[in-house]
């Protein structure tokens, strides 16, 4: 299979791995890409998943050799959206259509290109290779940003920017991706898996209710007025302050996390 886990305790990575395609996406890995991170959001003592490419690639994007004689109704008709409002269906690279209730981290080697940069930009955050790199290179053949693309880029970068790199379709590589905000953190060739379990693990640590309080606000606060924002905030996070802050302030009043003190909680 292309799709598999590795699990470290609470933080499971999900292996994409079609080497010998630079892992572009095919409508298998797709499924199983889905089925993988579904699986994930699931599993109860499952808290921060890291998303990596095998063999140097992040993803290289669409697999063109299947899209270029692709039956129109399927997969691509299948993948509408249900008229009803319903669960949408995968995306035509996955996950980029899920909204999962736990923080992904994007380990990024070598190209993210196309609809790769788009699963990079699916996750929370993006940990990237010093030699790897971003770009819309489906501008080339015609084949548009259909799995978040136009959506997420604009509220990453702002939209001048979004709309120069859509439009262009050029490079963006790993030490200007990081100057615009489109990766979080920037590592030595071969070590972003490793710094992204790394971070997996730090988060993994804390108290998750509140975690994944905070981080679902966050994204529910885009499109709102200010007042609205704070309402959302107030109605996803007031419970959590009884359910874990206030366990969370006794131990502090015991002793813990004193002067800022992260290892000690």
Same mark, same amino acid.
């Given at each position: 299979?292309?799709?598999? $886990?590795?699990?470290?305790?609470?933080?499971?990575?999900?292996?994409?791995?079609?080497?010998?395609?630079?892992?572009?996406?095919?409508?298998?890995?797709?499924?199983?890409?889905?089925?993988?991170?579904?699986?994930?959001?699931?599993?109860?003592?499952?808290?921060?998943?890291?998303?990596?490419?095998?063999?140097?690639?992040?993803?290289?994007?669409?697999?063109?050799?299947?899209?270029?004689?692709?039956?129109?109704?399927?997969?691509?008709?299948?993948?509408?959206?249900?008229?009803?409002?319903?669960?949408?269906?995968?995306?035509?690279?996955?996950?980029?259509?899920?909204?999962?209730?736990?923080?992904?981290?994007?380990?990024?080697?070598?190209?993210?290109?196309?609809?790769?940069?788009?699963?990079?930009?699916?996750?929370?955050?993006?940990?990237?290779?010093?030699?790897?790199?971003?770009?819309?290179?489906?501008?080339?053949?015609?084949?548009?940003?259909?799995?978040?693309?136009?959506?997420?880029?604009?509220?990453?970068?702002?939209?001048?920017?979004?709309?120069?790199?859509?439009?262009?379709?050029?490079?963006?590589?790993?030490?200007?991706?990081?100057? $615009?905000?489109?990766?979080?953190?920037?590592?030595?060739?071969?070590?972003?898996?490793?710094?992204?379990?790394?971070?997996?693990?730090?988060?993994?640590?804390?108290?998750?209710?509140?975690?994944?309080?905070?981080?679902?606000?966050?994204?529910?606060?885009?499109?709102?007025?200010?007042?609205?924002?704070?309402?959302?905030?107030?109605?996803?996070?007031?419970?959590?302050?009884?359910?874990?802050?206030?366990?969370?302030?006794?131990?502090?009043?015991?002793?813990?996390?004193?002067?800022?003190?992260?290892?000690?909680?």
């Amino acid at each position: 299979m292309a799709v598999r $886990i590795e699990k470290s305790g609470s933080v499971w990575t999900v292996i994409h791995s079609r080497p010998e395609a630079r892992n572009a996406m095919d409508p298998r890995s797709a499924e199983d890409l889905v089925a993988a991170f579904e699986r994930f959001d699931a599993d109860e003592q499952a808290h921060v998943a890291v998303f990596w490419g095998e063999g140097g690639a992040f993803c290289a994007g669409w697999d063109l050799k299947t899209v270029s004689d692709l039956d129109l109704n399927d997969p691509v008709g299948a993948l509408d959206f249900p008229k009803d409002g319903g669960k949408a269906p995968r995306g035509p690279l996955g996950p980029s259509r899920l909204e999962l209730s736990k923080p992904v981290i994007a380990a990024v080697e070598g190209p993210a290109v196309a609809g790769g940069m788009e699963l990079a930009m699916w996750c929370d955050v993006r940990v990237m290779a010093e030699d790897a790199y971003f770009g819309v290179y489906c501008r080339r053949w015609g084949v548009p940003l259909i799995d978040g693309g136009t959506v997420r880029l604009p509220r990453l970068v702002g939209m001048g920017k979004a709309m120069e790199i859509i439009l262009t379709g050029r490079k963006v590589p790993a030490e200007e991706a990081y100057r $615009i905000g489109l990766c979080e953190r920037i590592v030595a060739h071969g070590a972003a898996r490793e710094a992204a379990e790394t971070m997996a693990q730090e988060i993994a640590r804390f108290p998750q209710e509140c975690m994944r309080a905070d981080r679902l606000s966050a994204y529910r606060a885009w499109g709102k007025s200010v007042r609205e924002g704070l309402e959302s905030e107030w109605a996803i996070s007031a419970g959590i302050v009884k359910a874990e802050g206030m366990r969370g302030a006794a131990r502090f009043a015991e002793g813990k996390g004193r002067h800022g003190d992260f290892g000690d909680i």
